[in-house]
């Protein structure tokens, strides 16, 4: 069964660092283009970040640029969401999700996480 | 506001039939970029419903089915259940923001 994990999230204050990971199994990793999706409490989705299966091509929202580094290990089947100076306005539930159109340009996300929490608050 | 606009509702009887729009621009849908749908139940993540503007992944029924023309997408679904009250969204590629776009979504109600 394809699976996607999410795990890292929590409480942090503003200006705040988290690290969130997402393990996937089931599949291929490497093969996959992977992304973070979050969604604020009661809105719709915000696509946050996308990196390719070699870490060749690394995209970001305006929004997180600058701020948040996506990365991947592949030996690990792992994904990564380090979530640097974070704002009230990072307060969402984050997804990782999976792209599995092989192109570089952003397609679907035919596979999501659970989904988990990260509450930027004082 | 989102870039990608859809209705905040639509609603039908069982049995019935409805559309969801989702209006871009020449940046995204209207570049020829690919639209996506999903469908989403509170507390769950979102669920692929159409893929690469007319494709269905397999599990879901052929109720289902999607269309575009200029920058205008849509989701149309046939033969309403009550287990298809979701809200759905819709998504694409946008050229000026080099990222991808989520519609607001619509909340589809069976009266």
């Known amino acids: 069964e394809v699976q996607l994990v999410e795990s890292g999230g929590g409480l942090v204050k503003p200006g705040g660092s988290l690290r969130l990971s997402c393990g996937g199994s089931g599949f291929t990793f490497r093969s996959f283009s992977m992304n973070w999706v979050r969604q604020a409490p009661g809105k719709g989705p915000e696509w946050v970040a996308s990196i390719t ?21 592949n030996a690990k089947n792992s994904l990564y969401l380090q979530m640097d100076n974070l704002r009230d306005e990072d307060t969402a539930t984050y997804f990782c999700a999976r792209d599995p159109s092989g192109s570089r340009v952003i397609n679907w996300f035919d596979t999501w996480g659970q989904g988990i929490l990260v509450t930027v608050s004082s | 506001q989102s870039v990608l606009t859809q209705p905040p509702s639509v609603s039908a009887a069982p049995g019935q039939s409805v559309s969801v729009s989702c209006t871009g621009n020449s940046s995204n849908i209207g570049a020829g970029y690919d639209v996506h749908w999903y469908r989403q139940l509170p507390g769950t993540a979102p669920k692929l419903v159409i893929y690469a503007t007319t494709n269905r992944p397999s599990g879901v029924p052929d109720r289902f089915s999607g269309s575009k023309s200029g920058a205008t997408a849509s989701l149309a679904v046939t033969g309403l259940h009550a287990d298809d009250e979701a809200i759905y969204y819709c998504q694409s590629f946008d050229d000026t923001l080099s990222g991808s776009l989520f519609g607001g979504g619509t909340r589809l109600t069976v009266l």
């Open chain 1, 53 to 73: 299966g070699s870490s060749s091509h690394i995209y970001y929202a305006h929004s997180v640029k600058g701020r948040f580094t996506i990365s991947r290990d």
